[in-house]
């Protein structure tokens, strides 16, 4: 079964500095994998995907993964954080079964962006 | 288009009450997912419907729980009778096309608080 871990709850970082989540997924079939933000009080957005082209991923707002097949990893980077970026962010990978929305999500990670 | 509608945005009752969560899916999307968001469990996928008809319903916590689509246009989440640990934020999203992970639309949610 699919499922993705996601360390750290909580991470905290300057202004203006590097922007690391980190995400580890299990898969027993080539992953679909996702980054989502949430900001306060709305839903879940799409941040970017990986769907087996290429392995880095570019998203919106700056963001980018790169997929690790060797360490089951699907990080989330951004060079330069902005006040902005400061939001609930979730992976995911597809559930199978033939639908999308069978997403498996992680627990999410807050990202705190200090001035 | 206005993208997936929830309401209420927020809504607070007392245990053993009948709560009804509402959605309007965006105009045109085949699938429908209701999702459950706690602190505990994080994101989890309760049903999703296909063209009106629930095609997987085992995320469904138990029979106090239910979900309808009598239309295109229109899904309820039922809980009754409601429980305290059913308090969470209750998420609707939307898609056209199976395989299409990237075109899942999330609505804002109900803040659901049972005391």
């Known amino acids: 079964a699919q499922s993705v871990t996601q360390l750290g709850s909580h991470v905290s970082v300057s202004e203006g500095a590097l922007v690391l989540l980190r995400c580890n997924y299990s898969?027993?079939?080539?992953?679909?994998l996702f980054w989502y933000v949430q900001y306060p009080n709305q839903g879940l957005q799409l941040l970017l995907k990986y769907t087996s082209a290429a392995t880095l991923v570019k998203g919106i707002n700056g963001f980018e993964a790169e997929f690790k097949k060797s360490e089951t990893s699907f990080h989330l980077t951004k060079p330069s954080a902005h006040m902005s970026d400061a939001a609930e962010y979730f992976c995911a990978v597809t559930g199978g079964g033939g639908s999308q929305g069978n997403l498996i999500f992680g627990k999410g990670t807050k990202l705190s962006v200090k001035p | 288009d206005a993208g997936v509608i929830q309401s209420p945005r927020h809504e607070v009752t007392e245990m053993g009450q009948e709560v009804t969560l509402r959605c309007k899916p965006i105009s045109g999307h085949d699938y429908l997912f209701w999702y459950r968001q706690t602190m505990m469990r994080g994101l989890e996928l309760l049903i999703y419907?296909?063209?009106?008809?629930?095609?997987?319903d085992s995320g469904m916590p138990e029979d106090r729980f239910s979900a309808k689509m009598p239309n295109a246009s229109f899904s309820t989440l039922k809980i009754q009778p409601s429980e305290p640990r059913d308090s969470a934020v209750y998420f609707c999203?939307?898609?056209?096309?199976?395989?299409?992970?990237?075109?899942?639309?999330f609505g804002s949610g109900t803040q659901l608080s049972v005391l």
């Open positions: 999203a939307s898609s056209p096309l199976t395989g299409e992970p990237e075109k899942l639309f």
């Open positions: 419907f296909n063209n009106n008809v629930p095609i997987d």
């Open positions: 898969s027993s079939v080539p992953p679909y």
